[in-house]
């Protein structure tokens, strides 16, 4: 198995850089193939916007999803993109490590989906849910949170962590992808774990690597999440039944 | 009434960007003094990281939130995020004006949300949800998107509106705003209006100048979403009844 991991947190020493190494060592002692991509690290710029393209599709007004065709299909999408579309096509399983920012992922990992998901060249109107394009790879969205995991309970304090992850999860469902249950870190103070001390980081982090190593072992016995398709939705685009989305 | 509209779209002619000159000449038709923050065009960094911070809290392990409370109680933090707050702090309302990516708002404003919602600064662990530092103040979230109105419902090909934007309504809950309900510009057709033509575009505003003016008459009389708060959640943080997140 292909493994992409999808980091976006700017301290190198962080409780996420040390989950994301003990995912990688995991991974890689299960003997998959394991690739990283450290957005701060590489100085990925999350913003989309009219420079990344030239030429313009239109240079007097700059529509980003007409831009993304238009670049995708001339071949002149920016190096960094892709250079991430092929790390996706690459990879059976892209797994995501981020610290919860304001009930969301960084900015920076926000940005990544913004530029990344490149309409056209990743999806079109019948190519999309159900039927994306990453249709067979699995996703798996690991985050730490500051407040404790009992918070982010149904009506918790910190909010349902399915609620803070549905955009997100949704968007992976968007492009295709099966989307495996999430992996939450609590209590990790909001700031990594500078002011938390090395023996309860050692602490975590053994933790971490005992629910990394059951994860791997039950990996293909997980229930993904579901998440209406084409056969739940009417012509235009309605529910024709109950369907929850969150 | 002072009122603070957040716009967050990088074409200066975008659907978006006329949204906001609505609202402005409207608002301020009806007497309000009207103040908008152009991300874009300001040319804000969205991207949470040690280059922000001089002198740093630990200059050998970045954590925002530490960085975040040095720099707020040392008053070096950044003039881009300083104006920010100042801009919320005149402000009785606040509009956020911006399409919708990926099930969420562009990383130019969720990085506004990452660096200007200051630790310690605007709040603590007791100061926050309904206790929180902009009590009195309103929200108000205005998106636009590509799929029409009628996909966003409940189990929706676009997604549940309220799904979609729970994140951002719950971190302005976190800081205290009296949150409205949103306003849906559905069938931009995902690029701003270039592809649209004149004459939609003229009959997409005509629609928006009438909704807004609908919202600006009635806005005392909006009943502002809902969301646990302190009497809701035990001392874990945990809901003491059946409140739902989203």
Known sequence: MHVLIVHAHPEPTSFNAALTDVATEMLRQA????????????????????????????????????????AGQAGTLPSAVTAEIARLERADLVIFQFPVWWHAPPAMLKGWLDRVFVSGRLYTSTKRYDRGHFRGKRALVSVT?????????????????????????????YMGFTVL????????????YTYQGAEALAGHLEERKRVWAERLHRLDGDVPLRFPGWDDWDA??????????C
Chains 1, 2 share one sequence.
Do not use: C, K, N
């Open 31 to 70: 003997g998959h193939a394991v690739e990283v991509s450290d957005l701060y690290r590489s100085g990925f710029d999350p913003v989309e916007g009219p420079d990344h393209y030239a030429p313009r599709a239109d240079p007097h007004r700059f529509a980003a999803l007409a831009e993304q065709r238009q």
């Open 181 to 192: 249950p999430p992996a939450l870190a609590g209590g990790i103070q909001g700031h990594g």
């Open 145 to 173: 949170a500051g407040a404790p995991a009992g918070t982010f309970g149904r009506g918790g304090r910190g909010g349902d962590l399915g609620a803070i992850l549905w955009p997100l999860h949704y968007s992976l469902h």
């Open 236 to 245: 235009a685009g309605r529910s024709v039944a109950a369907a929850a989305t």
